[in-house]
């Protein structure tokens, strides 16, 4: 046995681990959490980040736009909205990083547990966005005078669509955080650097990720091609002449873009 690599992967399991502790998501039912103040930028404590969700292998990819670097996924998908052509632009879309923003919260009832990142997506932040640019409301995470969040989560069931519902509302009343210093001064200093958890890929990994999505690799075709022959098929159609044009042309552009 070699022991230095069950040592390895045990380290690789922890790491994990304590990752997973570090993100928070609503369960069914109501929760109220406190947006606190964010160790690496007090002057905002919603970090946006860009992720790929949509690359064929069931992975999900941090995108470089996140921090301003180029990321060849979305170049290709901007190229193929300018073709002009309808299917191609919305493959172009699909393809675009979709933005995920998180905050630095405290679940209540579970303040012991530290600083965990929640993540929401668009209409969550706006609803957010909109409460706290309210004379009314303010600066909502204050350690002092801010206010905590009622959070409500729906099933898909419940909500009758196919991802569930979240729903918020900033409670009116002002609250302290906490009424213990040291507890206070802990949620400050113990925080994770949200940027950390993730690993940014290179330009050329999402470059090679983007080409096996695009033409899969020659592994997998001979691997479905050697079950395909053992399995004699009843299926006598061949592709349509639009869907291997449409194919080409896809082909081309990610050939222009990058091998030119």
């Not at 109501?30 to 905002?44: A, E, F, T």
């Not at 393809?95 to 919260?105: H, Q």
């Not at 206070?184 to 925080?191: E, G, H, K, V």
């Amino acid at each position: 046995m070699d022991i230095n690599a069950i040592k390895n992967r045990l380290t690789q399991l922890e790491s994990t681990s304590s990752t997973t502790k570090s993100f928070w998501k609503p369960q069914p039912g109501k929760q109220v959490v406190r947006i606190v103040p964010y160790k690496h930028n007090k002057d905002n404590p919603f970090i946006e980040l860009f992720f790929h969700y949509s690359l064929g292998d069931n992975k999900t990819y941090l995108s470089p736009v996140s921090f301003g670097r180029p990321d060849p996924v979305q170049e290709f998908a901007d190229k193929l909205k300018s073709t002009g052509n309808k299917d191609e632009w919305i493959q172009g879309k699909r393809l675009e990083p979709k933005m995920r923003t998180f905050a630095p919260v405290i679940v209540r009832g579970q303040e012991n547990e530290g600083v965990k990142f929640w993540g929401f997506g668009k209409t969550v932040y706006q609803e957010l966005l909109s409460v706290i640019a309210d004379p009314d409301y303010g600066d909502i995470t204050d350690s002092m005078a801010g206010r905590d969040i009622m959070i409500e989560r729906q099933t898909p069931a419940e909500a009758g669509n196919q991802y569930g519902k979240t729903t918020v509302r900033v409670k009116p009343n002002q609250t302290p955080i906490t009424e213990d210093d040291n507890q206070l001064q802990s949620i400050f200093d113990n925080q994770a650097d949200l940027t950390e958890l993730y690993t940014e890929p290179s330009y050329d990994d999402l470059k090679e990720v983007l080409k096996n999505y695009l033409n899969p690799s020659s592994e997998e075709e001979t691997e479905t091609t050697t079950t395909e022959t053992a399995k004699p098929s009843t299926n006598t159609s061949t592709p349509s002449a639009t869907t291997a044009t449409k194919t080409a042309d896809v082909e081309d552009a990610f050939d222009q873009l990058f091998n030119s």
